[in-house]
């Protein structure tokens, strides 16, 4: 059994950037880790991945070029950076773990956070 636990989350203005954090109570390095997001009123919905070993990555193509994903898997945590922000995210965002499914799908995740609150505002 694995805990996660998000942080970072906050209020920021459009165009800026912040840095969420996700951290395992457990080791992780072998674990595919996903993150992702919900928006009021919508589906969860996929936002980034990265590989066991770190060396994949992908993401939606509403954050492509703007959201990276990466591991320190010696402190148990990933990150997910986000640059040039805009209303559109949003959203509560989720970190999850091992999936045994299609990493974009949310039914496919092992282990979730409870999620950190995003909110960009002008």
């Known amino acids: 059994q694995v805990q996660l636990v998000e942080s970072g989350g906050g209020m920021v203005q459009v165009g800026g950037s912040t840095r969420l954090s996700c951290l395992a109570s457990g080791r992780i390095e072998t674990f595919v880790m996903g993150w992702f997001r919900q928006a009021p009123g919508k589906e969860r919905e996929f936002v980034a991945v990265i590989s066991g070993t770190g060396g994949a990555t992908d993401f939606a193509d509403s954050v492509k070029g703007r959201f990276t994903i990466y591991r320190d898997d010696a402190k148990r945590t990933v990150y997910l950076g986000m640059n040039s922000l805009g209303s559109e995210d949003t959203a509560v965002y989720f970190c999850?773990?091992?999936?045994?499914?299609?990493?974009?799908?949310?039914?496919?995740?092992?282990?979730w956070g409870q999620g950190t609150q995003v909110t960009v505002s002008s």
């Open positions: 999850a773990a091992h999936p045994l499914g299609p990493y974009a799908s949310v039914d496919a995740y092992t282990y």
